[in-house]
């Protein structure tokens, strides 16, 4: 058994052992449970790169980190704790897409699937908007901008898909869906009444998305550090 192993079973038990007790609503150690992801994901994501880290991977980590902690707490300043902490991460995300990938080059085969991908996020946007700003008044400018954000990081992840189709952009789009799907069920339980299914979605996405996420930035790592061949 390699050395990273050990965290990465851990992580994907703890998800288990989320979706056991979210399911049979023990909320308790539901909560315990979360706890256990984040910090499983980072040791499996240091050993994995040889304990080398990036500023910018680190900064995300340490949000990640902070925004979950806000959700774990359940206090009347969690949400916007938590909003303001993943907005962080997402530009963080999208400050990387911009500076260590290459430019997207379109061809005319790509302009409908990119077309309907836009048009459906843009959809998505105003909708589960429009949801979030009639529940809460306060902070209007601050939900815009942060689904603005996840908008722009989940289109260019689809985009870079479309065009390019390698491995790093699945795992980009994989990351993109999970966090969507996390936001929009994380505001569906804020909207509607108590569910067990959209628990179980949001925990379930939320959770993927840190392990999509930590895969990426290693499988970029391997690509930038893949020796040019002459």
């Known amino acids: 058994m ?7 079973i851990l992580f994907f038990l703890a998800l288990l ?8 609503e023990q909320e308790f150690f539901a909560t315990y449970a979360k706890a256990i992801v984040l910090p499983a994901i980072f040791i499996y994501f240091l050993i994995s790169s040889e304990f080398k880290i990036g500023k910018s991977e680190g900064v995300i980590f340490f949000f ?16 916007i704790g938590g909003v303001i902490s993943f907005l962080i991460v997402y530009l963080l995300i999208v400050r990387i897409f911009f500076r260590e990938h290459e430019r997207i080059k379109l061809r005319k085969r790509d302009i409908l699937p990119i077309s309907i991908v836009v048009i459906l996020i843009v959809y998505l946007l105003v909708s589960v908007l429009s949801l979030q700003l009639d529940n809460m008044k306060r902070f209007n400018f601050l939900y815009t901008f942060y689904g603005i954000v996840l908008s722009t990081l989940s289109c260019y992840c689809f985009v870079s898909y479309i065009t390019k189709g390698t491995h790093i952009t699945l795992l980009m789009s994989l990351m993109a869906v999970s ?14 009444s108590y569910s067990i299914v959209l628990v179980l979605i949001r925990d379930t996405t939320q959770i993927l998305a840190y392990f999509f996420m930590v895969e990426y930035f290693l499988e970029k790592a391997r690509i930038q550090n893949k020796p040019i061949q002459q």
């Open 179 to 192: 966090y969507i799907f996390s936001d929009i069920f994380y505001i569906f339980n804020q909207y509607f």
């Open 2 to 8: 390699t050395a990273n192993k050990p965290s990465l």
């Open 64 to 79: 990640c980190f902070v925004g979950q902690v806000y959700d774990l707490m359940e206090i009347d300043s969690s949400e």
């Open 17 to 24: 052992c989320t979706i056991i007790f979210d399911y049979t």
